[in-house]
């Protein structure tokens, strides 16, 4: 079964700590994509990566960080300079272009203690 | 600047039809899409409009006016497991693949 999967469905965060959310794709998609979701708000895109090796940063990208060392995986790091972390994040996938649909993972909720 | 516009609630009978407005405002177009989410669930794709005019998939409709920055989401035949926010997202053009969200319109749908 081809799919987007993210970890942790639920993660709690004290104050000071960086957390790691975890993305994986087997759709052998080339684009990945992570958003915020807040209440009242759209989706809010914070880093995607078109290829292994390379991201760019979104229009929220302060306080997060991202890698791309493989095609399956895209972990997001919610660093603790992120001083309202409380969200639901998710994960999307693509093929590469423009106008390709994104396929979203179930979404991980990040709480603050 | 970059706005969508979706209307924030909307209420509907069982069996009965519903159209949801969008309207957006970009920089760049290369492309509408609509999504399903229930609450607390990822988004699921329904839609994808690049062309003006009406693309039909089952139940659910949806048109686009590029002339005039609109789109619409018809639903018909409702049932109960329709109620769930719907998400109007533009393409903003380009050689990346980057959309940009409305805020979303949650539909109940009463008996």
């Known amino acids: 079964d081809g799919g987007i999967t993210q970890s942790p469905k639920y993660l709690f965060r004290k104050e000071g700590q960086n957390v790691t959310l975890s993305c994986e794709q087997n759709?052998?998609?080339?684009?990945m994509y992570w958003y915020r979701q807040d209440p009242g708000q759209g989706l809010r895109l914070i880093y995607y990566s078109q290829i292994v090796n390379d991201f760019q940063k979104g229009d929220i990208a302060e306080g997060y960080s991202v890698s791309r060392e493989k095609k399956e995986s895209f972990p997001l790091t919610v660093t603790s300079a992120q001083k309202n972390p409380t969200a639901f994040y998710l994960c999307a996938s693509s093929l590469q272009g423009a106008g390709e649909t994104q396929y979203f993972g179930p979404g991980t909720r990040l709480l603050v203690l | 600047g970059q706005n969508i516009d979706q209307p924030t609630e909307m209420t509907a009978t069982e069996g009965a039809i519903v159209q949801i407005n969008c309207t957006y405002q970009t920089s760049g177009f290369n492309g509408l899409f609509w999504y399903q989410q229930h609450a607390g669930e990822a988004p699921t794709f329904l839609s994808y409009n690049v062309l003006d005019g009406l693309e039909e998939k089952g139940r659910f409709s949806s048109f686009l006016s590029r002339s005039k920055g609109y789109s619409y989401l018809l639903l018909k035949e409702l049932q109960m497991k329709d109620s769930a926010s719907y998400l109007c997202?533009?393409?903003?053009?380009?050689?990346?693949?980057?959309?940009?969200f409305g805020t979303g319109t949650l539909l109940a749908v009463q008996p």
């Open positions: 997202a533009v393409n903003r053009g380009g050689a990346t693949n980057k959309l940009i």
């Open positions: 759709l052998n998609h080339d684009a």
